[in-house]
DNA sequence: GTGAAAGCGCTAACAG
DNA sequence: CTGTTAGCGCTTTCAC
């Protein structure tokens, strides 16, 4: 059923009371309203009774767009992220959210479907829109022309795990990594493991960057170990493929890591053909915790970190820099946390 | 380390170029830069090479703020969720912020948190943001405020997957949840279950209601069959409470059907706890896919829909509602997806 | 303490 | 076709 004639009429109360009404109905100027409702101190007790009563009686509210105009503050942050859908992103995103709108502030989301040109006409897109600060989970910080337009930006911005080498542009609230995949690494050698392979994201970002590090410092120091690391991109696809030619060979690795929530399913697609047992065949960790994770069969190890503690520090930090007060970077924890996919290596 | 002395000077560019700069270099009045930036129609050619020229050597970016001021049109939709975080609702966020930003459209993303009360707050706070249009994932359709906050909004609004019985407000876009749940207790009837129990989300919202009205049907129509509903929240604690209460007793039913994957992480724990195997010792069907269901043990049977499409559906018709264009309601499919979490119930 | 006036950066009549 | 003018709704000097 399709609705005909659509109303052509103007939006209701596209005539809102705005605070000329206010100040002719309190019998005040216009602009001792605004004073008393900015919370100026200089004004009588008789005259801020009178314009709130107006207020009351009228149903006025502010118009904030006005007030920005004005003020020149949006009390808007954008939050460029990759893709919302992502579970770990929109953890992170609530966190950020909620801290930032219990200072005022609204939020404004844009997915960059990882593409790097599409995330600089955001950024370009949010500047023009005055957003008072932006918070950046960046697709690719290798982008040649993304120092440019992050050096052009004249607001604070927070880096949300993520690193550009010599741009100080503020905020960078960080996870650390290479802990908690240290302990991961150590717990498979305990286990008696010599093979291992980290099945990785993207290294055009940090997280990537820091798993791939800890992995070589790893096996830097255990020579009886031979460490594989894959590097790809944050999906299925990579997961599955890597995994397919990794575990083909003839000297395949006996434990597998997942670097992110799309590369295991990834991987899991591809344990499940090669008709693999998870941990007697292989063993298996992942990064970044998922609701379902533990309910596996086995439940699955993993590396776990706070993303919502992530998103808030990150607002937290944003809302810092926008008040000009001192900052502290912040690298925020990552542990490994055991549960039931790893195990010693098959005898061979 | 802590930064000292942070900057107290004005930041960089606040001096942005402005019209008048565009319109001073190209030497011609301030509206002729505007008429041309607009693509209006009569402009002459030299007009606008001259202009342009001047626009690209000043890197002059219009000024969203200033023209949202004018036009009355702020190009911001608000999608009011209960919580980001939640994946179903994340895969629609993404979904409606695509399909709104091609068209323009920025989103600002709001979590209510399930409460109802703060749910008004947002809404009368992105009405002072004078954001064209809202997406409303309400917590709770049968709040009484909500009503009056509802009318008393100027702009066009879509719930998503909410109805509000009586009130027309334009838009509307419904997962059609009865069919699938329709597939998923036939399957379990025709495998032999006679007690079948729903695990349900809160009946102030719609999809739970649609799920509730189906068991009732289907029980209707199956006079050997016994149904169970319980109505609690989308929560794991409930699905937890609920699970141990049904399982506990003597005539247990044999076949659970999870309303929400938040309910889902309850039963599961549950029914781990009890150490109740599925599917020989319950079968287990959960609604709204997760990434790791498919890789459960056994497999998740799953009812299924489109988040993202729902959610870019909805993006479509708050669209064309804001250009008055003719829409229809849409009810979007469910369907009953067997993996192998279902099975005959064990003998008694 | 309060009012009058000047814009924030832009668009939309209205003349010419 | 183009320039002039008048605001959008608010905040903020600046006088009184």
């Given at each position: 059923m399709t609705i005909k004639d659509p109303p052509r009429t103007p939006r209701p109360d596209s005539a809102r009371t705005g605070m000329r009404e206010v100040a002719e109905r309190?019998?005040?100027?216009?602009?001792?309203?605004?004073?008393?409702?900015?919370?100026?101190?200089?004004?009588s007790s008789v005259m801020r009774s009178r314009v709130l009563d107006a207020v009351a009686a009228l149903g006025y509210e502010p118009d904030i767009l006005a007030q920005s105009m004005r003020t020149g503050?949006?009390?808007?942050?954008?939050?460029?992220?990759?893709?919302?859908?992502?579970p770990l992103i929109s953890e992170i995103a609530l966190g950020a959210e909620t801290?930032?709108?219990?200072?005022?502030?609204?939020?404004?989301?844009?997915?960059?479907?990882?593409?790097?040109?599409?995330?600089?006409?955001?950024?370009?897109?949010?500047?023009?829109?005055?957003?008072?600060?932006?918070?950046?989970?960046?697709?690719?910080?290798?982008?040649?022309?993304?120092?440019?337009a992050l050096a052009k930006l004249a607001v604070p911005v927070v880096l949300v795990d993520r690193h550009l080498k010599d741009l100080d542009l503020g905020g960078m609230v960080l996870s650390e990594h290479?802990?908690?995949?240290?302990?991961?690494?150590?717990?498979?050698?305990?286990?008696?493991?010599?093979?291992?392979?980290?099945?990785?994201?993207?290294?055009?970002?940090r997280p990537s960057r820091e798993r791939a590090n800890a992995v070589r410092r790893f096996a830097k120091h255990h020579a009886d170990t031979h460490c594989t690391v894959r590097s790809g991109s944050?999906?299925?696809?990579?997961?599955?493929d890597a995994t397919r030619e990794l575990l083909g060979r003839a000297a395949r690795p006996t434990a597998i890591i997942s670097g992110s929530n799309q590369i295991l399913v990834g991987v899991l697609r591809a344990l499940r053909e090669l008709e693999l047992k998870v941990p007697e065949d292989v063993s298996l960790i992942t990064c970044d915790d998922s609701a379902l994770a533990e309910f596996m069969s086995p439940a699955l190890d993993t590396i776990m970190r706070d993303p919502n503690e992530l998103g808030s520090q990150a607002a937290s930090t944003l809302l810092a820099l926008l008040r000009y007060e001192p900052i502290e970077p912040l690298n925020l924890p990552t542990h490994y946390q055991q549960r039931?996919?790893?195990a010693p290596p098959p005898p061979r």
């Open positions: 309190a019998g005040v100027a216009i602009s001792s309203v605004s004073r008393v409702l900015s919370g100026h101190r200089d004004v503050e949006t009390m808007t942050i954008a939050f460029i992220v990759s893709d919302i859908s992502n801290t930032l709108r219990a200072a005022g502030y609204a939020m404004i989301v844009v997915n960059s479907m990882n593409d790097p040109d599409l995330e600089l006409e955001h950024i370009s897109l949010m500047r023009r829109r005055r957003t008072d600060g932006m918070l950046l989970s960046l697709a690719d910080e290798t982008y040649p022309d993304l120092r440019g290479r802990s908690g995949m240290r302990e991961a690494l150590e717990r498979l050698h305990a286990l008696g493991h010599r093979s291992i392979a980290l099945i990785n994201g993207s290294v055009s970002v944050f999906t299925g696809t990579f997961g599955y039931a996919s790893s």
